[in-house]
């Protein structure tokens, strides 16, 4: 029996606007082991979120339309799923933490009946059973259960951070999707809620899709790395095989951009250039003109994804290019 829960093949979303075609995802393919967590790294407007949508069958219709790939969860494909049928996967068997805590959270509801709405959802559970199921979330997550009848705007931004966490885990997913979840955090809370969602996971055995711009979270929490660019996936691999080998010119540009304890300078690395424009997208690599590595073939065609050795995948023509490797 194979181990992967969640393979993404060739997943394409676009989003027809007043401006043009968005191309956000432009054949889009990763994995995610049970029990594993994959880190998905990329600046903001690199296609993250829409790939997270995608995945829960949340792309907003219209302007975006999914026009290829598949997406196959324990074997079946979300994507040939009804909305109803969809339904029952999320917060069931897929559960997604969404970027803002902020207004993820129904201001008008008291935090206990929002976490009991998605446990009464998917179980058969009497109301007494499921207030107990909730407060047992809240106390799960660091919150006193007598808190439950108080509104989100009571709590800080940790707390309603981990309001969220208590409603996407309260039917033990075996996916979680987690996009930038400490990102309105101070750097004490951000601490605070990878641990909880670690530890969490560790005892459900839940596998995790974490959504970040942060590499140091990534070392920290992630077994495998996708590195994400202009709607591709530009570098994967095993989180060992990423940080120590990295090939690909835009994961060298990022982890030359993270400050260095042991060096002094006077200022950080930046790579140059700004992210592509998704409505006029270069035909050959997007990342071409800002990579000092570029020849005439880069701009020609895209490059396939290489496997490098193991588990590593590279889309670059010179992924054995031995100044690409240097770092």
Known sequence: MSDILLDVKDLVIHYETDDGLVQALNGVSLQIHTGKTLGLVGETGAGKTTLAKGIMQLVPNPPGKIKGGEVFYDGEDLLKKSVQEMRKVRGKQISMIF???????NPVMTVRDQIMEVILQHNKLSKEEAVKKADEMLELVGIPAARGREYPHQFSGGM???VIIAI???CQPRLLI???PTTALDVTIQAQVLDLIQNLKKRDNTSMLLITHDLGVVAQTCDYVAIMYAGEIVEYGTLREVYK???H???KGLMASIPNLVEQVERLQ???GLMPDPTNLAKGCKFADRCKYATAACMEKVPEMKSVGGEHMVRCILPEATEVKEH
């Open 99 to 105: 970027q803002d805590p902020m207004t993820s959270l």
């Open 160 to 162: 309603k951070q981990r």
């Open 168 to 170: 996407a885990l309260a």
């Open 178 to 180: 987690a996009d930038e």
């Open 245 to 247: 080998d990295i090939r």
């Open 249 to 251: 010119p835009y994961t």
């Open 270 to 272: 930046a790579i140059d």
